[in-house]
């Protein structure tokens, strides 16, 4: 099979449209997941059920009633309908995991592809937080020359002050015919 065609399994918009962030982390929902992987969410769920040795808290945790509603109100086309169990939020490992359970080949080439985003999002954070320390950096040496030039002006205008003092109070030789008394 092509490479480019089994990371082409799900369009990238669509992941990226089913990660949330939630508790300070990246994470993707059960009933999400379950649709890219092409099962039920009931398999996915009961599949992570008999493996709870390989979800810790960090791979994975059920919403809140409260972080539910949010994420609800939200998404305001949202299809989770009246589900009566709340969803599992699955982190970047968790999702790593869940292809260690689900063997189907569209699950492994989809858990891919998920992998995949979530290692560019890292590096887009990283090149942002990268971009943030320059213009920090970039901001501090601005204000240091903001600054200096400050200073410049000041000085440059005490000059200019001194100069017009000494110009108003420096006798001015008048203009015309002297004779040798006014001299």
């Known amino acids: 099979m092509n490479n480019n065609i089994s990371r ?13 962030y939630i508790r300070e982390g990246k994470v993707m929902l059960d009933n999400d997941l379950a649709e890219l992987y ?22 994975m945790f059920i919403l809140t009633k409260e972080e539910h509603s949010n994420l ?8 989770w309908g009246g589900a009566r169990y709340l969803p599992m939020a699955f982190t970047e490992q968790g999702v790593s995991m869940l292809s260690s ?22 590096a887009m954070i990283q090149t942002s937080q ?16 903001d600054q200096t030039i400050t200073v410049i002006f000041e000085y440059l205008k005490e000059l200019e002050k001194e100069k017009n003092e000494e ?17």
């Not at 359970?101 to 890292?122: C, G, M, P, T, Y």
């Not at 970039?138 to 240091?144: T, W």
């Open 38 to 59: 092409g099962v039920p969410t009931k398999v996915l769920k009961q599949a992570v059920k008999r493996n709870m040795k390989r979800f810790p808290k960090d791979f």
């Open 167 to 183: 110009v108003v109070f420096r006798k001015r030789k008048r203009i015309g015919f002297h004779s040798n008394e006014q001299q």
């Open 130 to 145: 990268e971009i943030i320390v320059k213009l920090d950096s970039l901001e501090s040496k601005l204000s240091e020359h």
């Open 101 to 122: 359970i689900l063997n189907s080949d569209r699950a492994i080439l989809v858990n891919i592809q998920i992998i995949r985003i979530f290692v560019k999002i890292r």
């Open 72 to 79: 609800r109100s939200q998404n305001v086309t949202s299809s």
């Open 8 to 20: 082409d399994i799900v369009p990238e918009e669509i992941i990226l449209q089913k990660i949330f």
